[in-house]
């Protein structure tokens, strides 16, 4: 009965316990789960898939330090704001515009960037280049997919298996780079990553995750291989190590290591090296040019020059050298080298191989330098220490992580150059199998080396390099610096450029160079004389160059260099015209620059102006006609500007004519503000970086885009103003409210109105205004136009160019109290309406009148022996101190010290 009685009671409580069990099970296994969830979630919460980042990254101390590295730093218009900035290339239209092509393409083109870069070339060939490239990069035949190095690396196997090790959170065995790859990590993939990053070890762990490192893991680790068990999920195969365990490879190259460079040691004279000054040339700065080569200069090295070939001015006067120095020599296979283009590289090698074919020039090293570059030691210093590392090769590595560099600079990016532009148009993969290496494009590198690198039938390696540099971004960052590590010259890097660059991210990271090229980048500024301690930190360092210079922005700082590298407080003797600096800005020979008829149709009225001024006493005429100026310079003394120096041709005589162009800033109302002005001008071209306007001479015609230029001295303290801008045209029209803010952090900058162009040429008004009260006022000229594309004006271009555009908007009504009313509006509007129908004769009267009211003609002087123009003696322009055919010992190219093998200081 019992047990009768107790089975059902027992029945029901094992059932009841079952249940429990079950019960109990469940949320033993639901907290097993949550909390391997957990763990799992813990060890994987910052990467994101295929999101790679480096391990220890403080990256803003990396960046401060690469900084001081000189190369140009980019960021990817992706990013943050820069998109913003970008706007104007990033169209998203997806769709080809096939109505405008008039060729197939030989593919199916529907990626992003390369159908907006499709649509956005002009010329068919670019277009067809564009869509060409973008084909082979969908079939994967535009790269090599793998290359192999030559860089020696003993007992180094790639593959080779060391075993599994134990690892620990907060000491990882190998910490140079860590990944997540949920899709294709595997140790082959793994292995790929860190060899490509300069690794000699991978470590494949926790199935998805790819650790790279220089050092090899410790034995004390090794763990049996059954400790790693997970699967890989790029490889069913393999294993992918497992909970803070990990499968070690060796990826098969040796830990890099470069070599640290020798310091100067004094040297025979028959054993020391030969350089080759490689200048690489753009711009007009002719006088600074000649001032580096003096300073460069010694008999025993060599100077290879190349000019950009759209730089006829600059090539036409250095030309001359040649004859003058048997060392200095101009390639005649000249580049159109934008910045960041494919073609600087293809400069740079046929330089190279010409350099290598120049039978009497036995050189043992090749230097890069630019106009903008100057000596912060002497040659012989430099060629000191080049002797005492011959055979080296000197390139400065970017020093951050390398996949990190990868992707801010672009190389995982498709470039394609043409119409002068580099055009991004997508995605790509390097190369495996070698390591990728970049920094500062300023180089010095050995003749073996640069034999090998610009041979015309180089070795796999190098072939394959240039396949994937042809279609890069600033190719020679990158390309020499990659070349180095994988090759058997590998031994040989030094990580110095030899180069001090001046950084200043602030100014110098502006995207402004989206006008050549898809990308943002940044560039160094200019030294200026407040800058001195950082040329002065080189001393002691083995830094012998430093950049930027230009002596248009500032050239008290080189005159400061060239005196310490003499060891000398002041000129020795007097120096003339030791201050003053002259920059072409027209010759009438330039070949392929599109006539500025702005300049052409001032420096006219200027020549008249300038005659009418020699014929006071005598009434004969003394004709000036179209093609009557020869050239124009900027001149500046004491670094500001001071005159423009119009070189013109009459009828009776040429002169040189020095025009001051006068302020019209009127301050209206004087308030606290108003006594920090330190400038206030409208001009163009203002550049961002140097906070200066690149329009020296201040001329706008009805084709320029004008700006309003400020400068005040804000007080830390300062409070911020929000300003206004009013533009208001010689109709009386008000065309665009600029608005900007004033404080402490932005106390100098431009702002640019929204203007329509042709723009009314005439007198303009910009009129600053704060909280309803005017401040100042400026008057602008734009320039009528008296000529064409070169030819005098027709009528009906002088109708449309002279006649301007209405405003863009309707402002009737707002701040009325600051534009005239009704009726003298309607009858400035009937003036400009007469002027724009003027021709001839009437129409140099109205710009003669104009142009007077802002350009002052100083000084005049005949450039011809007799010093006579128009029939009046003036004084000779190589007597004066101002004109540009005045001495400037600085800048002049002498006869060699023979003893001393280079020129004497000035
Ligand atoms: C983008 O493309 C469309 C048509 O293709 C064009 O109308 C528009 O102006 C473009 N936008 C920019 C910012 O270039
Ligand atoms: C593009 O490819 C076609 C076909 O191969 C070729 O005929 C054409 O010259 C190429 N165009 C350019 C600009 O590369
Ligand atoms: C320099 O060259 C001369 C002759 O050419 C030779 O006598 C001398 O030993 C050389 N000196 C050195 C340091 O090589
Ligand atoms: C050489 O100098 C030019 C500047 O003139 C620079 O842009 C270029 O990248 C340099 N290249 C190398 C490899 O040094
Ligand atoms: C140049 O200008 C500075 C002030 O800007 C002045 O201190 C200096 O004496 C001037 N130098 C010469 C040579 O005129
Ligand atoms: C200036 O204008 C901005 C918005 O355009 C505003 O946020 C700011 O408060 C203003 N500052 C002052 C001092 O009025
Ligand atoms: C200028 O006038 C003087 C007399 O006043 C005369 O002798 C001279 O020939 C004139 N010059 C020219 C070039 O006509
Ligand atoms: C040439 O150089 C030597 C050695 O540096 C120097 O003593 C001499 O004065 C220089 N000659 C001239 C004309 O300056």
Known sequence: MVKNGSGPKNNKW?????????????????????????????????PEENQWRPLNADNELEEAEANSAGRSKLFNPDDEDVAVKNKAYANQSHALKYDELEFTPPCQITTKEAV???????????????SNVTCLSYANQLYPQELEGSCPAEGFTAGKELGCFKDEKNFRLLNGYFGVNKNENSPRFCMKLCLQSGFPYAGVEYSNECFCGADEPPSTSKIPDSSCNLKCPGDQHATCGGYYTVNIYQTGIKKFVPQIASTETSVGKNNSVKIVFLLTLNGRAVRQVKRLLKILYHKQHYYYIHVDIRQDYL???????????????????????????????EMLRSCMWELLNIGEWRWDFVLNLSESDFPVKTVAQLTRFLTANRDRNFVKSHGREVQRFIQKQGLDKTFVECETRMWRVGDRKLPYGIQVDGGSDWIALSRKFVRYVSDPAPDALIAGLLKVFRRT?????????????NSKFCDSYVDNNLHVTNWKRKLGCKCQYKH????????????????????????????????????????????????????????????ANLHGYWQSLFHYQDLGVPPDDALLTLGSS?????????????????DVGLGS????????????????????????????????????????KPSPLMELLGALYVSSEYDQKEMVSRNFPRILSPFSEPVLVYRFAMHRTA????????????????????????????????????????????????????KHVMLAQVKFLIVPLATYSGKPITALQAAYANGGSRPSKDYAGVYENFTPDRFQAASMEKVCTANAKRQGKALDAWIDNMVARFYAVEKICATGVDGEVCGTKVQACVGTDWSSFAPDPKSAIGTVNETAGGFDIW
């Open 14 to 46: 094992m059932r009841r316990y079952r249940t429990f069990f079950l019960v109990g099970c469940v949320i033993l296994c639901l907290q097993i789960y949550l909390a391997a969830r957990f763990l799992a979630l813990n060890r994987t919460v910052e």
């Open 315 to 345: 090539y036409r006067e250095l030309l001359v050298l040649e004859k003058q120095l048997p060392n200095v020599r101009l390639t005649r296979r000249r580049f159109a080298t934008i910045w960041g283009g494919a073609s600087l590289l």
């Open 629 to 668: 100026l020869l050239q124009v310079h900027a001149y500046r003394y004491n670094d500001t500007n001071k005159y423009s120096l119009f070189h013109v041709e009459t009828a009776r005589g040429a002169a040189e004519v020095a025009v001051k162009f006068t302020s019209n800033v009127v301050v209206k």
């Open 116 to 130: 907006s870069a499709i649509n956005r070339a002009k010329t068919q060939k670019c277009k067809q280049l564009i």
């Open 473 to 485: 971004l600033l190719p020679a960052e990158s390309f020499f610096h990659t070349a180095l590590r």
């Open 719 to 770: 409070k911020a103003y929000n300003l206004t801008c009013l533009w208001i045209s010689p109709d009386g029209r008000l065309h665009d409210i600029g608005e900007f803010t004033l404080d402490e952090a932005s106390a100098a900058g431009h702002q640019k109105p929204a203007l329509k162009q042709p723009i009314l040429p005439g007198v303009w008004k910009a009129k600053l205004v704060y």
């Open 606 to 622: 200027i020549a008249r102006q300038a005659t009418k001024m020699l014929l006071h006493s005598n009434s004969s005429s003394c």
């Open 516 to 575: 050549v090229v898809d990308w943002c980048g940044c560039s160094p500024n200019d030294f200026r004389p407040e800058d001195w301690p950082r040329i002065q930190n080189t001393l002691s360092r083995q830094l012998y160059f430093a950049r930027k210079f230009e002596p248009i922005v500032n050239q008290a700082v080189i005159l400061q260099l060239e005196l310490w590298l003499y060891g000398l407080e002041k000129p020795s003797r007097h120096v």
